[in-house]
């Protein structure tokens, strides 16, 4: 497989997702600014949406869009692991539809946006409270959104890592606090995040 990301962004839950399940990966870095690829080329050629993250998979088809792409990855998981299964799998899929449509795009998307005019940002501020103070509430003592770790908090953990570059305090929101930090406890969500970090630092 091979995963097109930019560093901290949305596609770093597919990095996170691909480590969890061990699945071996090749990794390109698109500049979604200027639709570069760092190795040089057009990312427009490869993925015409122009956004991250893309993949390739093994049989060559190119996915986009983070649901299609982290249900996938779960799929190839040897173990088995990152994705509820059977009867159980719609709750995957009503999470990562959550995470994609209220919170990621539409609300903290646009607070990150560098265009976005301040009262658009100022209503997905309130939307994200909102949301987040109904999520919090969601937990009920159980460690990760499916019950056990899925692709769903990866993608969960990262849009939630955007809340320190907006300046959005989690203090209020402690049980989506704790998830994110139990997320990034996690060996290879960890390991996934730092490498990022430290692309993202170098520019
Ligand atoms: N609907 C897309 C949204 C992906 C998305 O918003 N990607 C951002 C990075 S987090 C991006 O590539 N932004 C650059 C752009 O929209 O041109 C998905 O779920 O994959």
């Not at 699945?23 to 639709?35: C, E, L, Y």
Request: aromatic share 10%.
């Amino acid at each position: 497989m091979e995963l097109y990301f930019a560093p901290l962004a949305c596609s770093l839950a597919s990095r996170i997702s691909l480590y969890e399940a061990g699945v071996d990966a090749r990794f390109h870095r698109v500049n979604t600014t200027t639709k570069q690829l760092a190795e040089g080329g057009d990312y427009l050629a490869i993925n015409s949406k122009g956004q991250v993250p893309a993949l390739r998979t093994d049989s060559g088809e190119l996915l986009t869009e983070n649901n299609a792409i982290l249900e996938y990855i779960a799929d190839a998981a040897p173990s088995g692991s990152l994705a509820p299964k059977g009867a159980a799998r719609p709750r995957l899929r009503e999470w990562l539809s959550f995470v994609s449509s209220e919170l990621h795009t539409p609300v903290f998307g646009l607070m990150l946006s560098a265009t976005a005019p301040a009262e658009a940002k100022a209503h997905a501020r309130g939307l994200a409270e909102r949301k987040l103070a109904w999520l919090d509430g969601q937990f009920d003592g159980t460690p990760y959104l499916t019950g056990e770790f899925s692709v769903a908090d990866a993608y969960l953990a990262t849009v939630m890592n955007w809340t320190q570059a907006v300046q959005f305090d989690l203090a209020p929101y402690p049980n989506v606090a704790a998830h994110r930090a139990r997320v990034f406890d996690r060996p290879a969500a960890g390991r996934a995040f730092a490498e990022e970090f430290a692309l993202y630092r170098a520019g």
